[in-house]
Antibody, heavy 127, light 109 residues
Framework: EVQLVESGGGLVQPGGSLRLSCIAS????????MNWVRQAPGKGLEWLSY????????DYADSVKGRFTISRDNANNSLYLQMNSLRAEDAALYYC????????????????????WGQGTLVTVSS | QSVLTQPPSVSGAPGQRVTISCTGS?????????VHWYQQLPGTAPKLLIL???NRPSGVPDRFSGSKSGTSASLAITGLQAEDEADYYC?????????FGTGTMVTVL
C-alpha cells in the first residue's frame, strides 16, 4: 500500500524557518517524481515545488522561489521542504504528492498529475 | 495564484447530474496539456478522480466522467449521491508547471 506521511509542521514566527519531511512507503520511491502542494485554511490547492526522481531537476512556484528548498534522500525514502523567511501567507496545510511521470492506457499516455497524496502537515506562521 | 477558473459552487438533488467547468488558456489546457480532477472530501487530502481528461483510476465510480475541449474541461457527476458532497479541483500543466483550478464545492440538496 502506497503511503506518504508528512511531518515537521508547527507554529513559527514570521521570518522563521521550518523543515518539512515526507516519508514514503509501499513503492519504489527512487523511481518517482515528487512534489509539495499546500492549502491555506479555507482556500484552494497551490503547487509549490517539484523534484525529479534523481533530484537532478527541481522547480518552484514563484511564491516560494528563493525561500523554499526541496530535496530528497532516496536511500531513506524521504522528501524534504526547507522553508525559510516564512510569512503569514505561508500558513497552510502542506501535502507531499507523488507524480507517476506517466500513465498509459488504450495506446495513449498521460502526464503531469498526482496519484497519491499524504495527509498533510500544518504550518502556522504567527508572532 | 490559480490560473484555471471553476465555479465556486454547484448543487443538485440526489440522482441528478451536475457539471463543473474548468476554464484555462492557451498556455495550459489550450496548449494541449491534459486535465486531471481531484475530489477532496471534508477534512481529508485530495484524491485523484479523473486523469488524462477522461480516465478513471481504479475504484472511481463510473458516474464520474471528464471531457476537454479547446481551453476548457468539465467534470460531470451523474446520479449524484450524498457521498459526492466535496470540493473538486481541476489541474493541468503550464508555464508554471502544475496549475490548479480555483475549486468547486458540490452540495447535495
Amino acid at each position: 500500500e502506497v503511503q506518504l506521511v508528512e511531518s515537521g509542521g508547527g507554529l513559527v514566527q514570521p521570518g522563521g524557518s521550518l523543515r518539512l519531511s515526507c516519508i514514503a512507503s509501499g513503492f519504489t520511491f527512487s523511481s518517482y517524481e515528487m512534489n509539495w502542494v499546500r492549502q491555506a485554511p479555507g482556500k484552494g490547492l497551490e503547487w509549490l515545488s517539484y523534484i525529479s526522481s534523481t533530484g537532478s531537476a527541481i522547480d518552484y512556484a514563484d511564491s516560494v522561489k528563493g525561500r523554499f528548498t526541496i530535496s530528497r534522500d532516496n536511500a531513506n525514502n524521504s522528501l524534504y521542504l526547507q522553508m525559510n523567511s516564512l510569512r503569514a501567507e505561508d500558513a497552510a496545510l502542506y501535502y507531499c504528492a507523488r507524480d507517476p511521470r506517466q500513465y498509459c492506457t488504450h495506446g495513449l499516455c498521460y502526464r503531469g498529475f498526482f496519484d497519491y497524496w499524504g495527509q498533510g502537515t500544518l504550518v502556522t506562521v504567527s508572532s | 495564484q490559480s490560473v484555471l477558473t471553476q465555479p465556486p459552487s454547484v448543487s443538485g438533488a440526489p440522482g441528478q447530474r451536475v457539471t463543473i467547468s474548468c476554464t484555462g488558456s492557451s498556455s495550459n489546457i489550450g496548449a494541449g496539456y491534459d486535465v486531471h480532477w481531484y475530489q477532496q472530501l471534508p477534512g481529508t487530502a485530495p484524491k485523484l478522480l479523473i486523469l488524462g481528461n477522461n480516465n478513471r483510476p481504479s475504484g472511481v465510480p463510473d458516474r464520474f466522467s471528464g471531457s476537454k475541449s479547446g481551453t476548457s474541461a468539465s467534470l460531470a457527476i451523474t446520479g449524484l449521491q450524498a457521498e459526492d458532497e466535496a470540493d473538486y479541483y481541476c489541474q493541468s500543466y503550464g508555464s508554471s508547471r502544475y496549475v490548479f483550478g480555483t475549486g468547486t464545492m458540490v452540495t447535495v440538496l
